[in-house]
């Protein structure tokens, strides 16, 4: 079986963390996520640029490109894609072609401020 | 969770929107940031036998409003002068999520802009602005503010409080601005968080006594606006400008403490998160047709960056963004920065044209010398470049921009 598991934290306290403390904590997540690579478990991760570097896509009647995160609380969270695009233009473009086929509901583009690709998933 | 850097950092987190609540309750700086410091104690023991509570600013927005009205009680003797909160417990303790319902948080967003334009106000010389924020919005200490500036603690203390008192004067409205004026707001408070930025990269050495960078200080400000003003281009090209300038402070001096030009640094040492982060907010500002001058900075820093190096600097780009910084933002300075990307597109002739005619404005200011010089070197102009050269060394203000020239002036005399 497959699992996300996503993270949640209050931005606003970790845009206020020290370097020192920054750096800390990346280093215990990181031993700890490559002893899960080598155990097999883990797969890929990575760390999200800020919410106030995302552009969203509203599904209606038509497609709006909304600049910043998707801030409903009565939609869930529902999957998720991963691009590798040259340009941002590039990237909302085949966002849209996703949001086309849906009826509803939203797509938040963010960019990745890392990425491990960790264990080749089955 | 017994980590104390985590309620540092979420006491500082939380700073700016629970002063500026506790500044909407009580309408006075000082009883606002007492109320803090007080909410602040309590939260230190507190969080550390039970850990931190879900939303600390609203813990400490409450826990600081009932501090303050009950010293406010005990001055007055009389409780006809504050509302009556004897309902209120003085801390919330685990039933914090229903007392934090009864806050009027709806606001907010105002509240803290109002907190930040308070420290921008235009009524307040430029220096004043950058300290009062550091001490009302940042929480350094009055001893902090003085050494990063390095003046006497009573100096920096006595500018402080003229400036609180500039600004009570000057009576900022607590109710919710209109869009006019929001926006004002807004643009007065980048002015002032640049500044800020602007005074931790040209600072020298008083900055290492204290706990936080005011480059990384700015950021973090410019972060905040931006998270509660989402789709403002300006916040975001004002933070898109501090990350990409920021990220490349570990190449901008070399061992010896001198100055490196951008095409001479490291790229080796620029911080690529930043820049990354930073080249993402340019490319949606480049998509919407509203950018303004901090967004047109961006844009051009985003161009100096992407180029693989100096040779390969796309000169085309950043001459059509400094054209349309000319028409947003007019400056002399701006048209001297233009004139470098033209030398570099069209020649040195041209570029020369563009700035003869900044002569008179610009005759103090070093730079104008500096790239006249280069640009009449070019030229073969070699005693009109040495005459420009030798202008610019007498207005250099650190040794390293004294040094940059002699080594321009030591390539006239070998060509």
New interface residues.
């Given amino acids: 079986m497959l699992y996300a598991v996503l993270c949640y934290s209050q931005e606003a306290t970790v845009a206020s963390w020290t370097k020192a403390k920054e750096e800390d904590l990346m280093h215990r997540l990181q031993v700890v996520q490559e002893k899960l690579v080598a155990d097999g478990q883990l797969g890929p991760h990575g760390r999200l640029m800020p919410t106030t570097a995302a552009t969203t896509i509203r599904i209606g009647r038509e497609l709006a490109v909304v600049d910043g995160p998707f801030a409903e609380t009565k939609e869930q969270f529902l999957g998720f894609y991963l691009f590798d695009c040259e340009t941002f233009e590039e990237v909302l473009e085949a966002a849209k072609q996703l949001a086309r086929e849906r009826e509803s509901g939203a797509l938040e583009i963010r960019p990745l401020l890392h990425y491990t690709p960790g264990r080749t998933l089955a | 969770m017994n980590d104390p850097?985590?309620i540092?950092?979420?006491l500082?987190?939380?700073r700016p929107?629970a002063v500026a609540a506790l500044l909407r309750y009580f309408r006075d700086l000082d009883v606002a940031e007492e109320a803090f410091q007080d909410a602040c104690l309590r939260a230190l023991s507190r969080w550390n036998e039970n850990g931190p509570p879900r939303d600390?600013?609203a813990w400490l927005i409450l826990v600081g409003r009932n501090c303050a009205l009950d010293a406010l009680r005990r001055k007055a003797k009389h409780e006809v002068l504050v509302p009556d909160a004897a309902e209120d417990e003085v801390d919330p303790g685990a039933d914090e999520t229903e007392l934090v319902e009864r806050l009027d948080t709806s606001h907010f967003r105002d509240d803290v802009l109002r907190l930040l334009f308070v420290c921008a106000h235009p009524s307040l010389a430029p220096t004043q602005q950058v300290a009062l924020a550091l001490r009302v919005v940042s929480g350094l200490s009055v001893k902090e503010i003085a050494s990063a500036f390095l003046v006497s603690e009573s100096a920096m203390e006595q500018r402080i409080t003229r400036a609180k008192r500039a600004v009570r004067d000057a009576e900022v409205p607590f109710e919710s601005p209109d869009a006019r004026e929001r926006s004002d707001r807004l643009e007065a408070v980048a002015a002032m968080i640049y500044l800020l930025f602007n005074e931790g990269y040209s600072a020298s050495g008083g900055e290492q006594h204290v706990?936080?960078s005011l480059c990384?200080e700015a950021v973090?400000l410019a972060?905040?606006l931006?998270?509660l003003f989402?789709?403002e281009p300006e916040i975001?090209g004002l933070?898109a400008l501090l990350l990409l300038q920021h990220a490349r402070a570990a190449a901008r001096v070399n061992a010896a403490g001198e100055a490196v030009l951008l095409d001479q640094q490291d790229r080796g040492l620029w911080d690529q998160?930043a820049i990354?982060?930073g080249l993402?907010?340019v490319?949606?500002l480049l998509?919407?047709d509203t950018i303004g001058p901090y967004g047109l900075q961006a844009a051009i820093a985003a161009v100096h960056v992407r180029a693989r190096g100096p040779e390969a600097t796309d000169w085309a780009t950043i001459d059509r963004l400094y054209a349309a910084l000319e028409t947003a933002q007019p400056s002399p300075v701006v048209t001297l920065n233009h004139a470098v990307a033209v030398s570099k597109l069209r020649g040195p002739a041209e570029a020369l044209a563009l700035i003869e005619p900044l002569a008179e404005r610009l005759d103090g200011y070093f730079h104008f010398h500096g790239v006249r010089g280069a640009l009449l070197g070019q030229l073969g102009r070699t005693d009109d470049a040495r005459d420009a050269f030798g202008r610019a060394i007498s207005l250099a203000r650190t040794p390293a921009e004294a040094a940059n020239i002699r080594t321009h002036l030591d390539g006239l005399k070998s060509s």
């Fill in positions: 850097a985590w540092d950092a979420a500082a987190a939380a929107q600390p600013a706990r936080v990384d973090r972060r905040l931006l998270r989402v789709a975001q933070l998160e990354a982060e993402a907010l490319d949606k998509r919407a």
